[in-house]
C-alpha cells in the first residue's frame, strides 16, 4: 500500500526553524518528484516546494531564501527545512507524489499524506 506520512510539525516562534519529514511506504521513492503544500486557515491549498526525481528543486515566492527541500531516497524521506518563520507559514503542512517532475497544477500530485501541523505564534 502506497503511503506518505509527514511528521516534525509544532508551534515555534517567529523567526524559529523546524524541519518537516514526509516518508514513503510501499513505493520506490527513487522515480517519484515529491511536493510540499499547506493550507493556512481560510486559505486555499498552496504548492510550498518540489523536487523532482533528479534532484531539482522548486519553491514557492512566499518562502524562497527561507526553506529548502532535500530528499534521501535510502530513507525513502523528503524534507522541508523552514527557517525565519513568519506567523503568515502557520498552516497545515502536506507531502504528495507525482512521478518523475513536480507540476504547478496540485491536482497532479497524489498519494496525499495526512498532514502536519505548523504554527509560529510568539
Known amino acids: 500500500q502506497v503511503r506518505l506520512v509527514e511528521s516534525g510539525g509544532g508551534l515555534v516562534q517567529p523567526g524559529g526553524s523546524l524541519r518537516l519529514s514526509c516518508v514513503g511506504s510501499g513505493f520506490t521513492l527513487d522515480t517519484w518528484a515529491i511536493g510540499w503544500f499547506r493550507r493556512a486557515p481560510g486559505k486555499d491549498l498552496e504548492e510550498v516546494s518540489c523536487i523532482t526525481a533528479s534532484g531539482t528543486m522548486n519553491y514557492g515566492d512566499p518562502v524562497k531564501g527561507r526553506f529548502s527541500i532535500s530528499r534521501d531516497n535510502a530513507k525513502k524521506t523528503v524534507y522541508l527545512h523552514m527557517n525565519s518563520l513568519k506567523a503568515e507559514d502557520t498552516a497545515n503542512y502536506y507531502c504528495?507524489?507525482?512521478?518523475?517532475?513536480?507540476?504547478?497544477?496540485?491536482?497532479?500530485?497524489?498519494?496525499w499524506g495526512p498532514g502536519t501541523q505548523v504554527a509560529v505564534s510568539s
Open positions: 504528495a507524489r507525482r512521478h518523475r517532475d513536480c507540476s504547478p497544477v496540485i491536482g497532479t500530485f497524489g498519494s
